[in-house]
């Protein structure tokens, strides 16, 4: 089987994806997979690699993937081309040479990967994908739409309002008008409080902000990232993630706070499924939560990527049993919702101070670099990286088959 990983991408996380990238093409198995590289610049070409580049970082473990921008090797994208003829790299003397591939393995953070983007491209190409489709990809992108829908589901959702950059620029950021914008933060909220682009992952453009001075700068930073902003109260929580997997076949529209516990499989029975050849693609399953402890303020970019103290990974998370299995069933339920596919991390907040438990943001192509959260939580399930890398691609190959069958013309 030939899967093309495709990385790198025009988003304030090309890096990222480049590391998680490496660490993917690390852990597939080369007795069952061909692998083809397509990078993306920051200006969003697309260019095919060398393919030495995978014995290299597989050699080297300090050596990262890399975009070569080659013109000579620039992919192009033909909808309706399929597996067969969906793309296509530039050859020599004006020719062109077409990359048969099986699936493509998504592995683009943020902008133009998980927004939904390239899922509808490859939609419209016919090329199987791993991870969420267009649909789902596109709301959870969106943190006010995810937790709408979420509030809408019954599920616990963390207070928050939403400013436009419209209503924003309106003021002039005149400190007395844009005061009277956040009112309803400071009056519902008090200092401190968080700021966040809507649709910017990895921490980008958030901060937080002690003061109405601090708000005005977290506010001008974020709007750099994204047209619309979250503000939200600044609890003292506990930050604790879960790893989802699955297609979703067996959604049940059951919703509401008497449920919520009714969804996954114990711990025992997962870890007894997961040691099947080949798990069931369409059984949603949670898997053990972990803990993020940040050093900084709190969980922002550098202490996701650039600083390598910048947080301690605690894997199980210290939790009651009551509280990991609330975790597992609300996860499984926001991940449904959305209806999500292939994997997803659900994040959450354990506030220190109740005890309350409030969703917090999903991601749809989490980091998958060697030390990242959602891998390791699959493997403390007793799910390693390269099974972790077999299920997702099975699940995007069923997931197409699935919508491959459905009727799209009556003649």
């Known amino acids: 089987m030939n899967i093309a990983v495709i990385y790198g991408g025009r988003s304030g996380e090309h890096e990222v994806s480049i590391v998680s990238a490496t660490s993917i093409v690390r852990h597939l198995d080369r007795a069952k997979y061909q692998i083809t590289l397509i990078g993306i610049s920051k200006e969003g070409r697309w260019f095919y690699q060398d393919p030495s580049q995978i014995d290299k970082v597989r050699e080297e473990e300090d050596t990262l993937l890399e975009i070569v921008q080659d013109a000579q090797r620039e992919v192009m994208v033909i909808p309706g081309g399929g597996c067969a003829g969906g793309l296509r790299v530039a050859g020599a003397g004006g020719t062109f040479v077409h990359i ?85 933060a400071e009056r519902d909220f008090g200092y401190p409080l968080f700021v966040k682009p809507c649709s910017a992952g990895s921490s980008v453009g958030a901060a937080k902000a002690a003061s109405f001075q601090q708000l005005v700068e977290a506010l ?87 600083d ?66 959602f891998p390791k939580m699959c493997q403390a399930a007793g799910l390693d990286y390269s099974q972790l890398l077999d299920l997702i691609v099975r699940q995007g190959l069923d997931r197409f088959q699935q919508r491959s069958a459905l009727q799209t013309s009556r003649s």
Not at 159 to 183: F, M, R, Y
Not at 244 to 250: L, M, Q, R, Y
Not at 351 to 363: A, M, Q
């Open 100 to 184: 048969r591939i099986d699936l493509a393995f998504i592995v683009l953070h943020g902008t133009y990967g998980e927004d939904g983007t390239i899922q509808g491209l490859f939609d419209m190409v016919g090329i199987p994908y791993t991870g969420c489709g267009c649909l789902s990809s596109a709301i959870t992108m969106d943190k006010e739409v995810t937790k709408a829908i979420w509030k809408n589901a019954g599920l616990p959702v963390l207070p928050h309002i939403c400013l436009h950059s419209g209503d924003v620029e309106k003021t002039g950021w005149n400190a007395a008008k844009l005061q009277a914008l956040v009112s309803s």
């Open 220 to 306: 001008q930073e974020a709007f750099k990232w994204d047209y619309k902003v979250l503000i939200e109260p600044g609890l003292n929580p506990r930050e604790i993630e879960c790893s989802v997997t699955g297609n979703g076949a067996d959604f049940s529209p059951i919703v509401g706070e008497e449920h919520l516990h009714e969804e996954s499989l114990s711990v025992d029975e997962l870890r007894a499924e997961l040691q099947q050849s080949e798990p069931d693609v369409n059984k949603v399953r949670a898997y053990i939560p972990g803990e993020i402890a940040p050093t900084h303020q709190f969980y922002d970019y550098d202490a996701k990527y650039t």
């Open 308 to 373: 390598p103290n910048g947080a301690r990974l605690i894997i199980p998370a210290e939790l009651t049993d009551p509280q990991r299995e609330e975790i597992r069933s609300i996860a499984i339920r926001a991940y449904k919702a959305l209806d999500c596919t292939g994997l997803s991390r659900v994040d959450f907040f354990l506030e220190k101070d109740t005890g309350r438990l409030y969703l917090n943001e999903i991601n749809t192509m989490p980091g998958f670099t060697s030390i990242s959260m």
